[in-house]
């Protein structure tokens, strides 16, 4: 008595094959994105805040043009004193 092969050796692989689906199609159209004004401020405020972190914290050129200007006692007048005392104001808060 021969018994002869009816499928294959592995019955897994004729499954394997039928279940082979198709590739998806890629659309030819292009890909875009949109984003909020919300995300376009933050963007705007992390890349200022990161150029504030990389600046150095004292410039030395603004520091010598100061005390050049300073040095020279035509520079202190009314003005320039006036002036001094309304930014100091200001920046403590003081009316």
């Known amino acids: 008595m021969t018994i002869e092969r009816i499928g294959p050796i592995d019955p897994v692989q004729s499954v394997k094959k039928a279940q082979k689906g198709e ?5 030819e159209g292009s890909d875009s994105i949109s984003l909020s004004a919300e995300a376009k401020s933050k963007a705007e405020v992390y890349k ?5 972190k990389s600046a ?14 300073l040095q020279d006692p035509s520079y202190i007048t009314e003005k320039v004193i006036e002036e ?7 920046y403590f808060e003081i009316s």
């Open 48 to 52: 200022a805040l990161e150029m504030a």
């Open 56 to 69: 150095p914290d004292i410039r030395q050129d603004r520091i010598e043009e100061v005390k050049k200007k």
């Open 84 to 90: 001094l005392a309304d930014r100091l104001m200001e």
């Open 23 to 27: 590739r998806t199609k890629r659309s």
